[in-house]
Nanobody, 120 residues
Framework: VQLQASGGGLVQAGGSLRLSCAAS????????MGWFRQAPGKEREFLCG??????SAWYEDSVLGRFTISRDSATLYLQMNSLKPEDTGVYYC????????????????WGQGTQVTVSS
């Protein structure tokens, strides 16, 4: 499976962006998908995930209430509101068979990343 993330860009603090992640194949209901961020000089961190079929989602505290993960039939989304300069980084989508993961291990497929820059 190939994942293609898009939608990044430059936005002022307090603004919003919506990221998309398209899969090259139809996503099985067994899978969960997630979003990650890698800030400059830091390790990649988990942000949120969603079970494809049941739409149940889980979030890291740093983005809870500001970011919303969702999907339609073929695409994963990340709606990001109230953006802060510390949200700057490369955003990745990923796919796994394991629900509830909060680290980078256990994800089977990764997208190439899309850059988000939040100016102060």
């Amino acid at each position: 499976v190939q994942l293609q993330a898009s939608g990044g860009g430059l936005v002022q603090a307090g603004g919003s962006l919506r990221l998309s992640c398209a899969a090259s194949e139809r996503t099985s209901s067994e899978y969960v998908m997630g979003w990650f961020r890698q800030a400059p000089g830091k390790e990649r961190e988990f942000l949120c995930g969603i079970r494809w079929e049941e739409l149940s989602a889980w979030y890291e505290d740093s983005v809870l209430g500001r970011f919303t993960i969702s999907r339609d039939s073929a695409t994963l989304y990340l709606q990001m509101n109230s953006l802060k300069p510390e949200d700057t980084g490369v955003y990745y989508c990923a796919m796994s068979r394991i629900y509830g993961l909060r680290g980078v291990r256990g994800w089977d497929f990764w997208g190439q990343g899309t850059q988000v820059t939040v100016s102060s």
